[in-house]
């Protein structure tokens, strides 16, 4: 089964540190992309950062940055310089191109917070 | 702006009714997605479209739930004999085959049937 685990349903920073959200996920495909989408409170669905899972590489946009771990099918998200804007439900995702695929499977999100 | 665009964004109806949801892509992608999302859950798929064929279907879709998009560019997602259970916010989000399939979705359209 493909599935993607965040263990944190809710976290808090302060305003201008550092926080980390943890992603894992399991699939038996070898080609596939990850990504992270942030969704402030009643709007929409935002994409934050996206990471090819053939590229070593850690993707980074900005603020955001990945630490991804292909071997351990980890996918983390850091965000520096938090901002009052950054308050967000934050979801991990994944699709395969397996076949006719292109599905998003997501995590059940994690509520950050940043405080002033 | 050329987002992704829904209509309605919020829809109110009685149980038993039919509703429909537009979705407008992103104009040069060629595959739109339908999710429903409720409250405190990441969205769960429903369907998705490569121009105008609907390629994968959630076996979670009732029977009650048909979607299409005839021409390859707008697609609907209709609803029959809602159910309370249907209550959820429906999201919609296009991609480029040429760009990963990176999905940017809409604002959704959040249904309540009383």
């Known amino acids: 089964a493909q599935t993607v685990t965040q263990s944190q349903p809710e976290m808090s920073v302060q305003e201008a540190e550092t926080v980390t959200l943890s992603c894992t996920y399991d699939?038996?495909?070898?080609?596939?992309?990850l990504f992270w989408y942030k969704q402030p409170p009643s709007r929409q669905m935002i994409l934050v950062i996206r990471q090819e899972a053939y590229k070593q590489q850690n993707a980074t946009e900005n603020r955001f940055s990945v630490n991804f771990q292909k071997a351990a099918k980890s996918f983390s998200l850091k965000i520096s310089d938090s901002q009052l804007g950054d308050t967000a439900m934050y979801f991990c995702a994944f699709t395969t191109h397996a076949g006719n695929n292109r599905k998003l499977i997501w995590g059940l999100g994690t509520s950050l917070a940043v405080n002033p | 702006d050329t987002g992704v665009s829904q209509d309605p964004r919020h829809k109110i109806t009685k149980r038993g009714q039919n509703v429909t949801f537009r979705c407008d892509p992103i104009s040069e992608h060629n595959r739109l997605y339908w999710y429903r999302q409720t409250l405190g859950q990441g969205p769960e798929f429903l369907t998705y479209f490569q121009n105008e064929a609907q390629l994968e279907k959630s076996r979670l879709l009732s029977d009650r739930f048909s979607a299409e998009r005839p021409k390859g560019s707008f697609s609907t997602l209709e609803i029959q004999r809602t159910e309370q259970g249907d209550s959820a916010m429906y999201l919609c989000?296009?991609?480029?085959?040429?760009?990963?399939?990176?999905?940017?979705f809409g604002p959704g359209t959040r249904l309540t049937v009383l």
């Open positions: 699939t038996s495909e070898s080609n596939y992309y």
């Open positions: 989000a296009s991609s480029y085959s040429g760009d990963s399939d990176t999905q940017y």
